[in-house]
């Protein structure tokens, strides 16, 4: 069974920067795009930015566009995100998330949080 684990994420003043890390524990086939969600208390899980595996457009939510980058990491299924110019309102629980979609679904649908069967336990980022 494949197992997201994130790291990174801690406490940034505002205007500072963060990086979290995500890889899974094993090779899969059933993994080709990776991304990232994140949930603040009292709101809804929210998708970030997303990536596929094997290279093409990623995709952000816009209030995270110019500041935050999601890559390809080294090692197996692995990715990060670069948190640059964070607000308060980043504040968030982060979660890494895997699955297997087709390009026209990836590109129409890549925030589903259903279309995730894989989902790493959260990394929290506060930013204050």
């Known amino acids: 069974h494949v197992q997201l684990v994130e790291s990174g994420g801690g406490s940034v003043q505002a205007g500072g920067s963060l990086r979290v890390s995500c890889g899974a524990s094993?090779?899969?086939?059933?993994?080709?795009?990776m991304g990232w969600y994140r949930q603040s208390p009292g709101k809804e899980r929210e998708g970030v930015a997303a990536?596929?595996?094997?290279?093409?457009?990623?995709y952000y939510t816009d209030s995270v566009k110019g500041r935050f980058t999601i890559a390809r990491d080294d090692g197996v299924n692995a990715i990060y995100l670069q948190m640059n110019s964070l607000k308060p309102e980043d504040t968030a629980i982060y979660y890494c998330?895997?699955?297997?979609?087709?390009?026209?679904?990836?590109?129409?649908?890549?925030?589903?949080?259903?279309?995730?069967?894989?989902w790493g336990q959260g990394t929290q980022v506060t930013v204050s």
């Open positions: 998330a895997a699955a297997f979609l087709l390009p026209t679904r990836y590109a129409r649908s890549w925030y589903m949080q259903s279309d995730y069967p894989y």
């Open positions: 990536i596929y595996l094997g290279g093409g457009v990623p």
């Open positions: 094993e090779y899969t086939e059933s993994i080709n795009c």
